[in-house]
């Protein structure tokens, strides 16, 4: 809905010039497959994706629609050979992820020096999970930082998890771009705060939840860049 304003300033209306339809996962990933075919079947002229995995979803269900990414990483999870000349039906703004998940390890390390074991929140979703979460750990070595890296894949796991990084130590916590996780980030963070966890996250959105700083594209402003 963010994009809706950037739209009108270029003259379209909605119910005039479009039609948007929205679908959600509800923090359920196990039903972008359903998701994918129910857009199909609504014959869209363009489907807006804020990941790369319903992106993924939408390019085996369509093959043929053209894909516009939000919030995504597009050229690391290989959805698009280029972020300057994309090639095929994807196309759209990059949060830029992989490149910027050292810096969470780097400016937590700098702002708080004394801290030495780490909790990290991870979108087990995530189509770079894995390529992430090695970053991350390399960042920690070369900062003699401890790393605990806990998946999660609904939302409803978050304070099993969180309760699990408490128990084998942490005493910060890093959570890197994830859209799995932000619609209880109010939670986590008052998970960190109750345990003067310092907590440092990608999306800016995180620090008006109480996160210590955060380091990330703006998700608001990719959205509407990407009208």
């Given at each position: 809905t963010c994009a809706l304003p950037i739209l009108a300033s270029y003259g379209w209306k909605e119910g005039e010039n479009y039609v948007l339809e929205?679908?959600?996962t509800e923090g359920n990933y196990e039903r972008l497959p359903d998701v994918a075919r129910e857009i199909v079947e609504r014959k869209p002229a363009v489907v807006v994706t804020p990941t790369s995995s319903l992106a993924k979803e939408m390019l085996k269900a369509a093959p043929n629609v053209p894909?516009?990414?939000v919030n995504a990483d597009p050229f690391s999870t290989g959805l698009s050979n280029s972020l300057a000349k994309p090639s095929g039906m994807v196309t759209g703004m990059s949060?830029?992820?992989?490149?910027?998940t050292a810096k969470l390890v780097e400016l937590?390390?700098?702002a708080v020096p004394k801290v030495r074991h780490v909790g990290v929140l991870s979108d087990g979703?995530?189509?770079?999970s894995k390529q992430r979460n090695n970053e991350l750990q390399r960042a920690a070595v070369a900062t003699k930082m401890q790393l605990t890296i806990v998946e999660v894949f609904q939302p409803i796991q978050v304070d099993t998890a969180l309760a699990g990084l408490a128990k084998q130590g942490a005493r910060a916590l890093i959570v890197p771009s994830a859209s799995i996780l932000n619609e209880v980030r109010s939670r986590i963070s008052k998970f960190a705060l109750a345990r003067g966890w310092p907590l440092v996250a990608s999306d800016p959105d995180w620090a008006d939840a109480g996160a210590f700083a955060t380091y990330?594209?703006?998700r608001l402003a990719l959205y509407r860049r990407s009208a």
């Open positions: 929205e679908r959600w894909i516009v990414t949060n830029m992820g992989m490149d910027l937590l390390r700098d979703w995530s189509l770079v990330g594209a703006n």
